[in-house]
Every structure is written in C-alpha cells, then in structure tokens.
C-alpha cells in the first residue's frame, strides 16, 4: 500500500472552506484515494474517492495533483458538525488500512 | 435501508470471560470486516469475509480471538477469555457485491470493557 501522510489537526473557521491536504508520494497507477471522516463515537463515514480525476459529490470535493502524489479534501462551507478525524488512504486491493488522520475542528 | 447493526453497543465484562459480538451486514453486501480501534493503534482490521468465506485473518491478534461468518447476513467475533488489553471499540463494515473499490459501510461499534 501506498504510506500516506496528513496533519495530524487542523483548525477551520465554521462556514469557510476546509481544505485537508495528504501526501501520497508513492502511489501507484492504479491506486484509489479514499477518504473517509470519523466523528466522535461513531464508525467511520465514506465521504469521496477519485482515481486520477477531481471529484465532486454533496459532501466535498476531492482534488488529485496531476502527478498524483498528493491530494486534497474540500469541505466548501465547514459546518459544527464536520468536526471530526478525516482519513485519507491509498489502496488498490479489497481491504483499507487506516492511519492517524486530521483531526479537523470546526471553530464557532 | 437500516446499515450495518451491531450488537451489543455496550458491553462490560470481567476478565476471562466469553465476549461475542455480533454483526448483521448491509443485506446484498458481499464483503464483512471486522476492525479494533484503540487510542494507542487507531483502526485495525482483524478479519475480513468474501462470500461468507475468512480471506485475510492476520489482523487477529491470537488465538483467544475468532470470527465466524455462518450465512450472508450475520458474523460473529468472539474472544475467550477476555483480558483487560481487549478493552476497545470493535466495528464490523461491509461492502457491496461487485462494489470496484473500497466504499465500505461500517456499524456503530461494539464497546467493550474488559475489567
């Protein structure tokens, strides 16, 4: 698997953009970016993944660089709720390995 | 659509006893995993399912932990006996049949104290 790299907390104010960097330096072709959320005593949540395209849906969007070694999940209008652990992870076979994720707190 | 359930939510028991969880997975779903989490290591997968078949159990971390998945719709994980570094959240996901990557849909967790 390709080894991911993310802040470990982020700070956002509510209702501007949070923007949720992660470093992929080693991902091969045909590896997906995923990132999932994990809010305080819940699982974790499926937010978007993308291949080699950006990708939008109602939750975020997700932006890949052009040489995929890094990506970055969008939440356009960060809300209270969206206080949370974001996990980016890279994975091409059936199971997904998480790491420590952002913490990302949405401040009033 | 009810998603993944899990049972019990909540479960304190004493050390060297039986724990089982259970899991009903999203029906039609074809893939069950089981994963721990745990301050100090975060999210662990323990076991994974295809087709009510074990295809990857080296995540489980000794003997004393086994999973069992006898039909489509229901997993379970046991751990006997329980000792108190069990304690942790243990969730069950699952993932749709055909499903090309890995959007897996996870239940409320089971927590468990092991005293």
């Known amino acids: 698997d390709a080894k991911t790299t993310q802040p470990p907390s982020m700070d956002c104010a509510e209702g501007r953009a949070a923007n949720l960097p992660c470093n992929h330096s080693?991902?091969?072709?045909?590896?997906?970016v995923y990132w999932y959320r994990q809010i305080h005593s819940q699982g974790p949540q499926y937010i978007i993944h993308g291949l080699k395209n950006n990708e939008t849906n109602e939750m975020a969007s997700l932006i890949i660089t052009e040489d995929r070694k890094s990506s970055t999940l969008i939440l356009p209008h960060a809300t209270l709720r969206d206080t949370a652990v974001y996990y980016c992870i890279v994975r091409s076979a059936r199971q997904l390995t998480f790491g420590s994720g952002t913490q990302l707190t949405v401040l009033p | 659509d009810a998603g993944v359930i899990q049972s019990p939510r909540h479960e304190v028991t004493e050390m060297g006893q039986e724990v089982t969880l259970r899991c009903k997975p999203i029906?039609?779903?074809?893939?069950l995993f089981w994963y721990r989490q745990t301050m100090m290591r975060g999210l662990e997968l323990l076991i994974y399912?295809?087709?009510?078949?074990?295809?990857?159990d080296s995540g489980m971390p000794e003997d004393r932990f086994s999973a069992k998945m006898p039909n489509a719709s229901f997993s379970t994980l046991k751990i006997q006996p329980s000792e108190p570094r069990d304690s942790a959240v243990y969730f069950c996901?699952?993932?749709?049949?055909?499903?090309?990557?890995?959007?897996?849909?996870f239940g409320e967790g089971s927590w468990l104290t092991v005293v």
């Open positions: 080693t991902i091969s072709g045909n590896e997906y």
């Open positions: 996901a699952s993932r749709p049949t055909g499903e090309g990557g890995n959007t897996i849909y």
């Open positions: 029906s039609g779903h074809n893939s």
């Open positions: 399912f295809n087709n009510n078949v074990p295809i990857d």
